[in-house]
């Protein structure tokens, strides 16, 4: 299994990205998508799930500003964000938890710089 991130980027403070992993290979219906990141000198941190029954959470930090979406079919998530600041800088990375097959994967990463 990969997953390929696209749409990382600079971008003004206020500004929106958004981030789009798509998932290759074979996994079972029950996985659990979600993106994580982690900025200069920071542990990575959970950002936003969805997991396979469709629950989705958020740290505190994004809610109101980040909407996490996923295509079953398409084996996508996508990350909106909005209202960037220059605190959401950090390297993205998507992830995909495969619950039956207890495996856990990661993208490559994709940075997202929030600057003026």
């Known amino acids: 299994v990969q997953l390929v991130e696209s749409g990382g980027g600079l971008v003004q403070p206020g500004g929106s990205l958004r981030l789009t992993c798509t998932a290759t290979?074979?996994?079972?219906?029950?996985?659990?998508m979600a993106w994580y990141r982690q900025a200069p000198g920071k542990e990575r941190e959970l950002v936003a799930e969805?997991?396979?029954?469709?629950?989705?959470n958020y740290v505190d930090s994004v809610k109101g500003r980040f909407t996490i979406a996923r295509d079953n079919g398409k084996k996508t998530v996508a990350l909106q964000m909005n209202s960037l600041t220059p605190a959401d800088t950090a390297v993205y990375y998507c992830?995909?938890?495969?619950?039956?097959?207890?495996?856990?994967?990661w993208g490559q990463g994709t940075q997202v710089t929030v600057s003026s």
């Open positions: 969805v997991t396979f029954t469709g629950t989705v």
């Open positions: 290979g074979t996994i079972s219906i029950y996985y659990n």
């Open positions: 992830n995909l938890q495969d619950l039956r097959e207890s495996a856990n994967y």
